[in-house]
């Protein structure tokens, strides 16, 4: 395994993390900083950024739904 050092964070990173350089920390897998959360999506929470659009997908075919038949 070949580590990278961070220099802003003075630390060995492993393969697949990325510094952020709007958050200013290391993040493992690394996707992207969103700016409508207004954090990192990265391992930590990437499925709960994923969730966020299946709940949205749902709610809008649930309102088209609505509008349709209401």
Known sequence: VKLKWCFTCKHWRQPGTVHCSICGFCMESYDHHCGVVGQCIARRNHRFFCMVF??????????LVGAVHG
């Open 54 to 63: 299946v709940f949205a997908a749902t709610a809008a075919v649930a309102g």
